[in-house]
């Protein structure tokens, strides 16, 4: 689960991180008297979406009058931001951040993450704030100290301040930094993330060090020890069939092909993607119905496959294991009747009672291209696809 | 011959009171020689009663001691199973498969991190289990559509690697283990451990490889074969058509941080000299064809 940025430096102003003044809004209104409120004579508008890059993308606005702050909220608040994480599609921006204007002297980027190879939390950190951390990754990697952090002992103060040091940080905020580095441990661990990024950290013209922008992944296997974070979740920010999807306990992504997919198993899954493209398809979408594909898990598939405008063929492909082919058949069957398809439907059965299974799609009046291997189910399904 | 699991394993399952853990329990004790392995089951708290006439016991160690248990298998439901590694690991099992899906990251973190300098090795989680086939089956994977012989499979996903299974046995190509190594970032052994284990067992030819994306595993594991590997390896990697940012189902299989994609993993692959295939559907003729 992803947060809004809003919500993340609450969460480090908790744990004693600098963070900006500010308030989130959602009307121009609101951001005028937000600003108000801020006093001084620079603000920031930022648009609040689950995306970066949204600076480039004229989501992020700096105004020096209350009238500057009232025409830049007028503009970001409904733009269709688009990013180069939204995708090409974008994202309607119905959220505001106003704060405190601030004075940048050093932009760093600090990051924790959990780091597969090691099987720690990794702390990153780079000179190169501000920007961008995956193409500093790629064309200057040397600028990124990393620290793996033992999960018995912590973070030690002395390796924290050792790559302090080595980033090129003046002497003089070394100290409010490790600190920093430590409190933002903590939020790690406390709120079971998955990443916390702080991109920028700011070192302000009078020497202090401020959380310009926060970003917090949380652990959705751990959300049920966070019901306070689970309530952060902003519904809009997610695909509405991904949603409905999750409560019928599937896994579904939407994608930009015409071949719906409804598979069991997240890899057979992806290799069912795989071979659409390979015989010349697009698939629409990646969808696991999980191990025992039963009835309603198949239905509520079908159903949310067709609300995706662009699918003109369905390609269902199980590998019935422990559950048997002659179920899943009879799910499939029902789950047809259930919902009205009216599209190509190309079925692939392999396992368990396979011969069985056959036999009562067979028998049943849905009306469908039958198919033995993976390789004929793609071909099928990419043929009828292009009529 | 076979790594991992043989018939002299004797086997305790922490969880077996659970509906999931009751009924692939049974499974496996009817599977080959599961009768002989299947030998112990935990439940806090239900020691002396007993699933199949297979005894429970409270605790791991008591498993161990009264029923010479060197191998756990994990059902326990996921806000628990880190700590039931913790537990098998304390009784110095020889070898612990997790099974059980949705394990937080943190709690996998400390248990990985309890486990370094002990004895115990970890498969999992998020894995179908390992199975020796004719001989011994640890795991929720489906028994009959495997055959022994002399082909190694390793993978990160379930039914993937039963497509792969059936494609061999079909083609006459039996396999002598079957490794699920699990879906999540934070596991036990990865490719590269399996391959290692399979290069040091006379009973295994060639090894059948399933990757997917997210991490670099199959990156690692190239390497190394590159070095050290004796046998021929067929390679598929899921995930070629899949988006950046998205997690494909799979805990780990999200390409993320500009890393993980199905393309690099596949030059990393062709370039340690593993016959890779784009075709999920070639995997069994691909590797019937190397074995000529």
């Known amino acids: 689960m992803k947060l809004h940025e809003y919500q993340a430096k609450k969460i480090l102003r908790a744990h004693q991180i600098p963070v ?92 924790l ?6 099987q720690r939390v990794v702390l990153m950190a780079s000179s190169e704030g501000g920007v961008d951390i995956e193409s500093v990754a790629i064309q200057d990697p040397g600028k990124i100290r990393t620290l793996q952090i033992d999960p018995k002992e912590g973070m030690s103060a002395d390796a924290a301040r050792a790559v302090v040091a080595e980033i090129g940080l003046p002497e003089s905020v070394h100290d409010d930094v490790v600190k920093l580095l430590s409190n933002l441990y903590d939020v790690f661990l406390t709120c079971d993330a998955t990443l916390v990024e702080v991109n920028p950290l700011v070192v302000t013209r009078d020497g202090n060090i401020v959380a310009v922008d926060a970003k917090i992944n949380l652990d959705d296997s751990a959300m049920y020890r966070h019901p306070e974070l689970a309530e952060l979740r902003d519904l809009s920010e997610e695909d509405p069939n991904e949603i409905a999807a999750t409560q019928a306990g599937l896994n579904y992504i939407s994608l930009e092909g015409n071949i719906g997919c409804l598979v069991n198993g997240a890899g057979l899954a992806m290799a069912t993607m795989d071979i659409i493209k390979l015989h010349g398809g697009e698939p629409a979408n990646f969808l696991d119905v999980g191990g025992g594909a039963t009835t309603e898990q198949v239905s509520a598939a079908f159903r949310i496959m067709l609300k995706h405008s662009s699918v003109r063929v369905i390609l269902v492909n199980i590998f019935g294991g422990i559950m048997r082919c002659d179920v899943i058949a009879a799910g499939i069957v029902e789950a047809a009747k259930q919902v009205d398809i009216r599209l190509p439907l190309v079925i692939r059965l392999e396992g368990t009672n396979v011969e069985k299974g056959r036999q009562i799609l067979a028998d049943s009046k849905i009306s469908f291209l039958p198919a033995t291997t993976m390789d004929d189910a793609a071909q099928k399904a990419v043929a009828a696809a292009r009529k | 011959m076979s790594i991992l699991i043989d018939r002299t394993s004797r086997v305790v399952t922490q969880g077996i009171t659970g509906k999931t853990g009751q009924f692939h329990t049974r499974m496996c004790f009817e599977y080959a020689a599961g009768r002989d392995c299947f030998v112990a ?45 913790d537990e098998a690991v304390d009784a110095e099992l020889d070898l612990v498969i997790c099974i059980t899906e949705g394990i937080p990251v943190r709690d996998m973190v400390s248990t990985r991190r309890r486990m370094v300098g002990k004895k115990t090795i970890l498969v999992g989680p998020n894995c179908p289990g390992v199975i020796t086939p004719d001989v011994l089956k640890i795991g929720i994977m489906p028994g009959y559509i495997h055959r022994q012989g002399s082909i190694g499979v390793v993978s990160r996903s379930g039914t993937l690697t039963y497509e792969v299974v059936d494609q061999l046995t079909k083609l006459g190509l039996g396999q002598s283990t079957c490794v699920g190594i699990g879906g999540d970032p934070i596991n036990g052994l990865k490719h590269r451990d399996v391959m290692a284990h399979f290069n040091e067992d006379p009973a295994t030819e060639a090894v059948v490889m399933c990757g997917e994306i997210g991490g670099t595993d199959e990156e690692d594991c190239a390497k190394w074969i590159e070095q050290h590997m004796s046998k021929p390896v067929v390679a598929f990697i899921a995930g070629v058509t899949a988006p950046a940012g998205k997690r494909m189902g799979h805990a780990g299989a999200i390409i993320a941080g500009g890393k993980g994609a199905a393309s690099e993993k596949i030059a990393a692959l062709k370039a340690a000299g593993v016959h890779v295939t784009q075709n999920p559907a070639e995997i069994g003729a691909l590797t019937k064809q190397v074995l000529g």
């Open chain 1, 113 to 118: 993450v959990v780091d597969r190879g090691s």
């Open chain 1, 20 to 111: 900006p003044e500010g308030n989130p809004c959602f009307s121009v209104e609101e951001a005028v008297a937000a600003a108000k409120a801020l006093e001084g004579n620079r603000w920031v508008v930022k648009a609040q979406i689950h995306a970066g890059g949204r600076g480039n993308g004229g989501g992020v606005r700096v105004a020096s009058s209350i009238e500057e702050v009232r025409s830049h909220a007028s503009a970001i608040l409904g733009m269709n931001l688009i990013t180069h994480q939204t995708g090409p599609t974008g994202k309607v921006v119905e959220r505001l951040l106003i704060e405190r204007g601030v004075e940048i002297a050093d932009e760093l980027y600090i990051g």
């Open chain 2, 41 to 85: 089951g935990v439940t806090p708290g239900k020691g002396g009663q007993s699933v199949e006439n297979i005894p429970i016991f409270d605790s791991v160690i008591e498993a161990r001691d009264k029923k010479g248990c060197n191998v756990s298998v994990i059902y326990v439901p996921p806000r628990f199973a880190a700590a039931a590694i």
